[in-house]
């Protein structure tokens, strides 16, 4: 059974920094894309970077290019998402993402996730 379990959310003041960890169990690790998603109510979840679980390579939304940044420790199946610099329009649930057996580094659409975590909030005050 897929699991994935994220920590690390919290609130912060605008410029700020937050690293989330994402913990996987229950897939081939290596053979994957994981991704981190971010949502507020009433507005439809958005890919924010995702990662190749084979070759480490990544991509950026456009939102976020330049002040987050998503790595990988493989030999503990867990992916990080550092945020730097934050804004108050970051504020969001932040999901992390998977689909396995998916050899790419773009997973930022919801429609090709196969699983989910809960969710860790961050929000970020002005």
């Known amino acids: 059974q897929v699991q994935l379990m994220e920590s690390g959310g919290g609130s912060v003041q605008a410029g700020g920094s937050l690293r989330l960890s994402c913990s996987s169990s229950?897939?081939?690790?290596?053979?994957?894309?994981m991704a981190w998603f971010r949502q507020t109510p009433g507005k439809e979840r958005e890919g924010v970077a995702s990662?190749?679980?084979?070759?480490?390579?990544?991509f950026y939304a456009a939102s976020v290019k330049g002040r987050f940044t998503i790595s990988q420790d493989k030999a503990n199946r867990t992916v990080y998402l550092q945020l730097n610099n934050l804004k108050p329009e970051d504020t969001a649930m932040y999901y992390c993402?998977?689909?396995?057996?998916?050899?790419?580094?773009?997973?930022?659409?919801?429609?090709?996730?196969?699983?989910w975590g809960q969710g860790t909030q961050v929000t970020v005050s002005a």
């Open positions: 993402a998977a689909r396995v057996n998916y050899f790419t580094t773009y997973c930022l659409s919801p429609t090709v996730i196969s699983h």
């Open positions: 229950g897939f081939t690790y290596s053979n994957g894309c």
């Open positions: 990662i190749s679980t084979d070759t480490s390579g990544t």
